[in-house]
């Protein structure tokens, strides 16, 4: 079995412990070992873009350390943590001026360089194990439902760095949806803004773009809509005004391999 340094972030390990354990449960049956860092911290849930800035980088350096120093890939399941790590990783390898803050910051006798091979969970699923291969290991696949991808702000951009998929045309959660036997439903606001950042400043803006959102996955026949991200699942959710049910990616994987019920009280 391989193994994996993982990185949880805060919410799954707060608010939404139950995404954290479907995550886990499903990559074991996937025969992937998830081992956190010790005394990992916050990312900072949105990255700085200003070059001066080096605190709130260190987190996320310290994580790509721990890796590192394992020799080991890491993996994230937070479309948030993801974007902070990935976009960190990216800066160091090609802003010598970020890079050498950062190293000297943390006195690193040998500097860290970006050497850290960054996956997120559905990236892994794609690459490391195979969506074929997922595909055989569904016992209850979702046959005949029509599922929804939302991809949002954070996953895909800015793509230079992200590089996970085209940030305008993306399939990963699409192909995920047909390796768990599901029907990918395609719908123009799938990777636009639902207003999760705003959802405390502005809350009539957050409902207007979370609502737009829902309903054009309604209006092309989805019966449910799958993401990535903790906070536009809430948003989503919360501030809509819609019915239609939204589900993190993780509890669809573990309900599809058969695991949802015997994990759903741990």
């Known amino acids: 079995m391989e193994t994996f340094t993982y990185y949880p972030g805060c919410t799954l390990r707060t608010k939404a412990k139950e995404l954290d354990t479907y995550a886990r449960a499903s990559a074991e049956a996937l025969g992937i070992r998830l081992e956190e860092p010790a005394e990992w911290q916050c990312c900072g849930g949105a990255y700085t873009t200003a070059v001066n800035e080096t605190a709130t980088k260190l987190s996320a350096v310290r994580?790509?350390?721990?890796?590192?120093?394992?020799?080991?890939?890491?993996?994230?399941?937070?479309?948030?943590?993801?974007?902070?790590?990935?976009?960190?990783?990216?800066?160091?390898?090609?802003?010598?001026?970020?890079?050498?803050?950062?190293?000297?910051?943390?006195?690193?006798?040998?500097?860290?360089?970006?050497?850290?091979?960054?996956?997120?969970?559905?990236?892994?699923?794609?690459?490391?194990?195979?969506?074929?291969?997922?595909?055989?290991?569904?016992?209850?696949?979702?046959?005949?439902?029509?599922i929804a991808a939302y991809y949002g702000c954070l996953l895909l951009r800015p793509s230079k760095a992200l590089a996970m998929d085209d940030p305008e045309n993306p399939t990963i959660i699409e192909d995920f949806i047909r390796a768990i036997g599901g029907t990918p439903v395609i719908y123009a606001r799938r990777n636009e803004c639902c207003g999760g950042y705003i959802t405390l400043e502005d809350k009539a803006q957050a409902a207007k773009l979370s609502s737009s959102v829902m309903k054009d996955a309604e209006d092309k026949?989805?019966?449910?809509?799958?993401?990535?991200?903790?906070?536009?699942?809430?948003?989503?959710?919360?501030?809509?005004?819609?019915?239609?049910?939204v589900y993190y990616f993780t509890e669809l994987l573990a309900e599809a391999l058969g695991l949802k019920e015997e994990n759903t009280d741990e």
């Open 221 to 245: 026949g989805a019966e449910m809509i799958i993401t990535a991200c903790p906070l536009c699942m809430y948003n989503l959710r919360k501030n809509s005004g819609s019915e239609l049910p």
């Open 63 to 146: 994580v790509l350390l721990a890796a590192k120093e394992l020799d080991r890939p890491l993996i994230t399941v937070c479309s948030a943590c993801h974007n902070v790590i990935k976009q960190t990783n990216y800066d160091i390898i090609h802003n010598e001026t970020v890079a050498s803050k950062v190293n000297n910051y943390l006195g690193l006798e040998i500097p860290y360089k970006g050497e850290t091979k960054i996956y997120h969970y559905l990236e892994m699923l794609r690459d490391v194990i195979g969506f074929d291969k997922l595909a055989e290991k569904v016992v209850k696949p979702f046959k005949g439902r029509k």
